[in-house]
T-cell receptor
């Protein structure tokens, strides 16, 4: 069964550095998402992406964050000038459509900011 | 905005016990509802879904019925196994208008099943 893959599984970065989290969505899916889960808290929506544009973003997704689909297979989340509070598990997801369509999640990237 | 509330955990059961994890939602309109499961060290896996009122989602012995009148989507299983130990997340999706597939999650319920 096709799956969403995320790399790396764990990223350790110094505060203030830039980090790029990578995802390969399921190949015939059209909608892509990033979520994050701070330890002990809820899974929170960050952004949805369709047709090379952001469709929706949360208040968490400020100018520090950006997303990109640099080629036909990858979907990336960039965090500029990381802060301690960016430490979390980041999940990528994809779906064929957005209405009633279940989203398929990757295993996540654990981001640790030192 | 939309929100999802799950029962407080953790839940600890013996094998073959009956499981209920409560989930209620608030939303404008009629969201689709999902249960996701996260096994240790893994990502979120879709367990079951329901897209309209009175729909029953089912998978691997788990069931949940979309109850519009009580805005609930409780997860049940008649006889749990040790392998069901995981974190369970209830989620709603209210696509339409300005929303493009944003899932709203509950806080997750840790289930531990002992032999």
């Amino acid at each position: 069964e096709p799956e969403v893959t995320q790399t790396p599984s764990h990223q350790v970065t110094q505060m203030g550095q830039e980090v790029i989290l990578r995802c390969v969505p399921i190949s015939n899916h059209l909608y892509f998402y990033w979520y994050r889960q701070i330890l002990g808290q809820k899974v929170e929506f960050l952004v949805s992406f369709y047709n090379n544009e952001i469709s929706e973003k949360s208040e968490i997704f400020d100018d520090q964050f950006s997303v990109e689909r640099p080629d036909g297979s990858n979907f990336t989340l960039k965090i500029r000038s990381t802060k301690l509070e960016d430490s979390a598990m980041y999940f990528c997801a994809s779906s064929p459509g957005y209405s009633n369509q279940p989203q398929h999640f990757g295993d996540g990237t654990r981001l640790s900011i030192l | 905005g939309d929100s999802v509330t799950q029962m407080e955990g953790p839940v600890t059961l013996s094998e073959e016990a009956f499981l209920t994890i409560n989930c209620t939602y608030t939303a404008t309109g009629y969201p689709s509802l999902f249960w996701y499961v996260q096994y240790p060290g893994e990502g979120l896996q879709l367990l079951l879904k329901a897209t309209k009122a009175d729909d029953k989602g089912s998978n691997k012995g788990f069931e949940a019925t979309y109850r519009k009148e009580t805005t609930s989507f409780h997860l049940e299983k008649g006889s749990v196994q040790v392998s069901d130990s995981a974190v369970y997340f209830c989620a709603s999706l209210n696509a339409g208008g300005t929303s493009y597939g944003k899932l709203t999650f509950g806080q997750g319920t840790i289930l531990t099943v002992h032999p």
